[in-house]
């Protein structure tokens, strides 16, 4: 398994702020992902953290929203931008070893937006 | 959410076998899984299995699937409380999109009584 740090656990803020996540993983993954849990929902997956390169993201999420980056195979981070009430969910960051099939998360992160 | 389909409570007796259930729509599954998520906790990898298989156990843990039917169950033996939680069903496929991405089913509430 992998050990995930993700910081912070949880805040609170105000709308029309940002607020940037880490996930910290204790040894080199091939592959990082970060996943939105919203309120008595599954969970939905945002983007695919690419080393090096821009990250790629599923229908409905874009990088003016969900900006991503990932400078190295152990770190990476998730900016929610200019939030609203509607944006109050847990997110998840989730890692995969290359060839991998399992799929490990963090702790997650619980937003709430006033 | 739509293609993964779990009900969402469970209540069983300490002691009992607990029986948590999943359907899913697409047939070119790979590897289905079972996640565990207590209060304020992360996504905890509980098992997962290989879609030519058709059971696996560990320990007090069984997962079936019927392939054909698309339908996947967690019987937990001798549940306890501590086995209170939310369990959720997931699912990879080769969809043409993105690896390593599972589709996840709602959650089951499952509650362990006394």
């Known amino acids: 398994s992998a050990v995930i740090s993700q910081k912070p656990s949880r805040d609170i803020c105000q709308r029309g702020t940002s607020l940037t996540i880490q996930c910290q993983v204790d040894?080199?993954?091939?592959?990082m992902f970060w996943y939105r849990q919203q309120p008595g929902q599954s969970l939905t997956l945002i983007a695919t953290a690419n080393q090096g390169s821009e990250a790629t993201y599923e229908s409905g999420f874009v990088i003016d929203k969900f900006p991503i980056s990932r400078p190295n195979l152990t770190f990476s981070t998730l900016t929610v931008s200019n939030m609203s009430p509607e944006d109050s969910s847990i997110y998840l960051c989730s890692v995969a070893r290359a060839g991998g099939e399992k799929l490990f998360f963090g702790s997650g992160t619980q937003l709430s937006v006033l | 959410g739509e293609d993964v389909e779990q009900s969402l409570f469970l209540s069983v007796r300490e002691g009992d076998s607990s029986v948590i259930n999943c359907t899913y729509t697409?047939?070119?599954?790979?590897?289905l899984y079972w996640y565990k998520q207590e209060p304020g906790a992360g996504l905890q990898l509980l098992t997962y299995i290989f879609s030519n298989m058709d059971m696996k156990q560990d320990q007090r843990l069984t997962v079936l699937l019927n392939k054909k039917d698309k339908h996947l169950s967690l019987r937990i033996a001798d549940t306890q409380t501590g086995d209170s939680a939310i369990y959720f069903c997931?699912?990879?496929?080769?969809?043409?999109?993105?690896?390593?991405?599972?589709?996840f089913g709602r959650g089951t509430q499952l509650t362990v009584w006394p």
């Open positions: 040894s080199q993954v091939t592959m």
């Open positions: 697409d047939s070119s599954s790979t590897y």
């Open positions: 997931a699912e990879s496929s080769d969809r043409g999109s993105t690896l390593g991405r599972l589709y």
